[in-house]
């Protein structure tokens, strides 16, 4: 009798130790309640603007911690690039196998100290073993813009094609926002607008690239009454190893990804074979502020001392450059700006 | 016994039921009306996979940008059978954007009036409306002194993120209450007549009323490049 209580006894304090050190089994058993502690909102700052936004795009996308490392690592190989090609032109045409991969490193990793732990973290970081004669014959045969591209989608598709490439503390999300163009106005108080006798009014502004991802993707009633409710952000994995100041750090690189994703995924959207990306958001803005201007029939230019009237026949966009409103974007408005022209 | 009203045995009372002939008429109209329902897309709600992936082209004109600050605190109680196991605390702070002003593209020559005499444009303008609002997670800043979890009672990435998601609908609900309408009619105005000025002309710019919140997702309006509203 003794022993069926204690095996008893036995058999509750496991299935209390796995109930508490499996989460899920304890949130499940015992749901926790979140409540939030009512705050107000206050007004920080106001600023007039007069941002004219001329194009947006709703996304989706799917981003992890791991994907964030390795983008981190290709773009350390890309300043590499010149010193290895220049390294590999000196060792002549070469076979990419085993031996030449062997040669390599002997002759120049191994030197090399600083070289050789770059070369070392990358590797360690980005690919497993196998991959180093890849990278070489992709830097070989390939320019560096060649290269960038070509070996960035085949070390991206793979770390998502391998489940053996992962970062010990894995973020993953998925995120769904909105890409807006817009063209700065205040322009038109400048200027950077001008007309011509033709009836052309020229605007110069410089484009305005951004891309929001909330909490809430849409939330609220629509005008015909459907109530809408779509997280923006949803967690598709999460591993706990890091602490909480890590995660929060890692949290914000992942989103970050997911917004560069999103405008890249934007742009490949506007995009046309004949036209560059954005020109026909831009062709549609021209279409649009035509139909606005021709509102008021004429418009003052000066020829010369004179100033003589002229109606709107046509509006013109010249765009100056690339700005985004987000300042994390700020840093990688030269990628963008190289998908664009 | 004569004249008396004769008592009924309870057993042979007949209980007062619903006959099947009202059955039928309530239960199959419902099952009726219900499959009328989810057939003729009665449902209230809206497929999120026609919403993305789309572009837009707009013109809408945002004159004022709105920085707001609220603090996010939230507990997180949970118990082990009757025990508490503390009180997990998160707190931190997020500096959302909002963007408002006119959809220009809304103006149509009926709004606008020329006096050349008098050197006056008289423009009736659309409601103001968010033009973009951001939550800025970015902008998040977590006090890490005052944020504590307990040992069976921890705030993990999901509870983040409906925590954020809840502070998100506290600040969409009180949009409406901060004078976002009134501060983006100020600068509209200032734009326009500056604007106006510029073409040699004085403005008289009203706006059209509406009983509209501020905020809202106007799919059943919104056109896309492709044709379908979103």
């Keep these: ?341 | 016994m004569s004249g008396g009203k004769m008592t009924p045995h309870p057993f042979l009372v007949k209980k007062p039921s619903i006959s099947r002939f009202t059955m039928g008429s309530i239960v199959i109209p419902v099952i009726l009306g219900l499959l009328l329902c989810s057939f003729s897309g009665c449902r209230r709600s809206v497929d999120k996979s026609s919403m993305v992936n789309k572009i837009k082209h707009i013109a809408k004109l945002a004159t004022v940008e709105f920085k707001l600050r609220k603090i996010i605190f939230a507990e997180k109680k949970k118990k082990f059978f009757f025990f508490g196991l503390g009180k997990a605390t998160y707190v931190s702070w997020v500096e959302p954007l909002i963007k408002a002003g006119v959809d220009i593209s809304k103006i149509t020559p009926n709004d606008v009036s020329i006096d050349e005499e008098n050197k006056l444009i008289t423009i009736q303008l659309p409601p103001i409306e968010i033009i973009d609002y951001n939550f800025n997670e970015e902008s998040i800043k977590v006090d890490y002194s005052l944020t504590k979890d307990k040992v069976l009672n921890r705030f993990n990435l999901n509870d983040m993120e409906i925590i954020n998601r809840n502070a998100d609908k506290d600040i969409r609900t009180y949009l409406n209450f901060l004078g976002i309408r009134e501060e983006a009619e100020k600068s509209t105005r200032s734009f326009f007549t500056s604007f106006f000025n510029s073409l040699g002309y004085n403005a008289d710019i009203s706006f059209k009323s509406t009983s509209q919140p501020l905020l809202f997702f106007d799919m059943d309006r919104e056109e896309t490049e492709d044709g379908g509203a979103q």
Aim: overall charge positive.
């Design chain 1, 1 to 341: 009798m003794k022993k069926i209580a204690f095996n008893i006894a036995v058999i509750l304090v496991a299935i209390l130790l796995l109930i508490i050190i499996v989460p899920k089994i304890f949130n499940f058993l015992f749901p926790p309640k979140i409540s939030m502690v009512g705050t107000t909102i206050t007004i920080a700052n106001i600023q007039e603007i007069s941002q004219l936004y001329i194009t947006q795009y709703y996304g989706e996308v799917i981003n992890s911690l791991t994907e964030e490392n390795c983008k981190e690592n290709i773009l350390e190989i890309f300043t590499l690039y010149d010193q290895i090609k220049s390294y590999l032109d000196s060792l002549g045409p070469i076979n990419y196998d085993k031996n030449s991969l062997k040669a390599f490193k002997e002759k120049f990793v191994a030197e090399d100290q600083k070289f050789k732990d770059k070369w070392n973290t990358l590797i360690d970081a980005t690919l497993n073993k196998n991959n180093e004669t890849r990278l070489l014959k992709y830097i070989y045969e390939n320019d560096k813009e060649q290269f960038e591209a070509a070996y960035y989608d085949a070390v991206i598709s793979e770390v998502r094609d391998n489940s053996k490439i992962k970062s010990k503390d894995e973020i993953a999300y998925l995120a769904r926002g909105k890409v807006s163009v817009s063209i700065d106005l205040s322009a038109a108080k400048t200027d950077n607008l001008t007309v011509n006798s033709e009836g052309t009014l020229t605007v110069k502004t410089p484009l305005i690239i951004d891309c929001i991802i909330n909490p809430q993707f849409i939330y609220g009633k629509t005008a015909k009454g459907h109530v809408v409710n779509y997280p923006g952000f949803v967690v598709i994995d999460n591993t706990k190893k890091s602490t909480r100041e890590e995660v929060v750090e890692n949290v914000k690189r992942v989103k970050l990804g997911c917004k560069l994703k999103m405008i890249d995924q934007a742009l490949s959207k506007v995009n046309d074979e004949k036209d560059p990306p954005l020109a026909k958001s831009c062709r549609e803005a021209e279409k649009k502020l035509l139909s606005f201007f021709k509102l008021f029939k004429t418009y003052k230019y000066q020829e010369g001392d004179t100033e003589k009237e002229v109606e709107i026949k046509n509006v013109k966009l010249e765009i100056t450059g690339l700005t985004s409103g987000s300042p994390s974007l700020q840093k990688w408005l030269p990628e963008i700006k190289k998908k664009i022209w």
